[in-house]
């Protein structure tokens, strides 16, 4: 069975940084294209970003397009998302997940938090 694990959440202010880390287990990595999601408080979990098995190919949502960077290590089975000028509305949990989402292996996910 799939196992997601996040990592990095945390707080930060306002125009700051953070990087989070997931590591999944149970899956041939390398195959799967990988997602980050979030979801906000009273929100619908949407998708932030993904990228290919490969890792050459990245989409991301409007709203963090050119402020987020997807990557991945393969060798690792790991995805990370950089998150810079963040902004309050990017407050939520995150999650990493294939793309599209494996159903019922959500991982506990990243708290994070933006706040002056």
């Known amino acids: 069975q799939v196992q997601f694990v996040e990592s990095g959440g945390g707080l930060a202010q306002p125009g700051g940084s953070l990087r989070l880390s997931c590591v999944v287990f149970g899956v041939t990595f390398r195959y799967y294209p990988m997602g980050w999601y979030r979801q906000g408080p009273g929100s619908l979990r949407e998708l932030v970003a993904d990228i290919s098995s490969g890792g050459r190919t990245t989409h991301y949502a409007d709203s963090v397009k050119g402020r987020f960077t997807i990557s991945r290590d393969n060798a690792k089975n790991a995805v990370f998302l950089q998150m810079s000028s963040l902004k309050p509305g990017d407050a939520a949990v995150y999650y990493c997940?294939?793309?599209?989402?494996?159903?019922?292996?959500w991982g506990q996910g990243a708290q994070v938090t933006v706040s002056s």
């Open positions: 997940n294939t793309r599209p989402a494996t159903s019922g292996s």
